[in-house]
Nanobody, 120 residues
């Protein structure tokens, strides 16, 4: 089993910055991709940013140029640097890890979610 622990959410004024962190632990054989997703009240969960083991990154159009996904310790720790935050960025943010727990068994794992609120 794989566990993800997130931290770093909070309340910030428009134009401010936050950094989210997520660390994976457990029976990890290999991580192939990590990402951040967000879910606002009444909306579907949607992609914010992803990064693969091959260092390929992908961002939602709404966050390009403002958010940056990065990793440490291979892909075991993933960060989301959020700059120039807007009220519409308000949501619960979830980290995701696609990990193999054996040479042939993989699954998607999710963090517990962290609230980001952008308001004056």
């Amino acid at each position: 089993q794989v566990q993800l622990v997130e931290s770093g959410g909070g309340l910030v004024q428009p134009g401010g910055s936050l950094r989210l962190s997520c660390t994976a632990s457990g029976s990890i054989f290999r991580i192939v991709a990590v990402g951040w997703y967000c879910q606002a009240p009444g909306k579907e969960r949607e992609l914010v940013a992803t990064r693969t083991a091959g260092h390929s990154t992908n961002y939602a159009d709404s966050v390009k140029g403002r958010f940056t996904i990065s990793t440490d310790n291979g892909l075991n720790t993933v960060y989301l640097q959020m700059n120039s935050l807007k009220p519409e960025d308000t949501a619960v943010y979830y980290c995701n890890t696609r990990a193999y727990t054996s040479p042939v068994q993989w699954d998607d794992y999710w963090g517990q979610g962290t609230q980001v609120t952008v308001s004056s």
